[in-house]
């Protein structure tokens, strides 16, 4: 009977999206499967409020995962999907270099954090009690939002700008950097890191007197390569405060404290042509 169940569920999972259902694309969460996310949503939506303004998804969603901001747009162009769903301080980014997207709807959440994720080691451990304290500093003494004020205040108006680390002895903490979240997370066309989460690591290289190495990866890498022991810190995004079990944290990963919240989602799609 259990077998019977299973083989069920997976023919459901399978199944393809209702007819006319609006194909939506989402950054892949690490914890949790496509499907699972899209059921956590749409409870989420309808317990807590959430609602979507301007466009009503009448005929049902289906969620499609992407590993990058790149494949994301590439399908939503190639008309693979009809929605990509953006935080709204990323959203603006892509819609202000990208004159063929608009905005479909917008959606209000519960508040989302801004962390930077460490394996379980002793090491880790080492660096992840570094990083919350110089990031409690920054706070008290007014730097982070020194910082907020000069990298996101007019998000998607101008390039990231380059950011210069100060070199020290030893042994560098190597960072992952995905590029996937504009201008928060930002990978320029020669390869090289800027904007706000850049100069967040910048700074706390400084105070903690360490060189900070930052290589870029895939969002969908995030995981395997901190477990595998290829970098040290992990960029990680979309912590839902007050929920048990975190879609995009796997287990083993500790987390730095919050540095930046947003609840503001934008669905962004292709604009349409005249008719």
């Not at 494949?71 to 202000?96: Q, T």
């Not at 947003?262 to 292709?270: A, G, M, P, Q, R």
Request: net charge neutral.
């Amino acid at each position: 009977m259990k077998k019977i169940l299973c083989v069920i569920l997976a023919l459901i999972l399978m199944s393809p999206p209702a007819m006319g259902s609006v194909r939506v694309g989402f950054l892949a969460k690490l914890n949790i499967s496509q499907e699972e996310f899209q059921s956590i949503v749409l409870s989420e939506r309808k317990k807590n409020g959430w609602q979507l303004m301007s466009l009503n998804h009448d005929k049902g969603e289906s969620f499609y995962y992407y590993d990058s901001l790149v494949d994301m747009l590439m399908a939503l162009s190639a008309g693979r999907i009809d929605e990509a769903v953006l935080p709204k301080i990323v959203g603006e980014y892509v819609l202000n270099s990208n004159s063929n997207m608009t905005i479909a709807s917008v959606t209000q959440v519960k508040p989302m954090a801004l962390v930077f994720g460490f394996n379980g080691t002793d090491y880790g451990s080492k660096i992840h009690a570094d990083f919350n304290k110089a990031l409690s500093d920054m706070k008290s003494d007014g730097t982070l939002d020194k910082l907020l004020d000069k990298y996101l205040s007019e998000p998607g108006m101008t390039t990231p700008e380059a950011i210069e680390f100060d070199e020290f002895k030893g042994k560098a903490i190597r960072v992952a950097v995905t590029g996937d979240l504009p201008p928060i997370d930002y990978v320029a066309a020669d390869g090289k890191p800027a904007g706000f989460n850049t100069a967040v690591l910048a700074e706390l290289g400084r105070r903690l007197r360490r060189n900070i190495e930052l290589i870029d990866i895939d969002s969908g890498a995030r995981t395997a390569s901190l477990m595998s022991g290829r970098v040290d810190v992990v960029f990680w995004y979309e912590i839902v405060k007050d929920l048990d079990r975190q879609p995009d944290v796997p287990k083993g990963i500790l987390l730095s404290e919050p540095y930046y919240d947003w609840n503001i989602f934008l669905y962004i799609s292709k604009k349409q042509g005249k008719k």
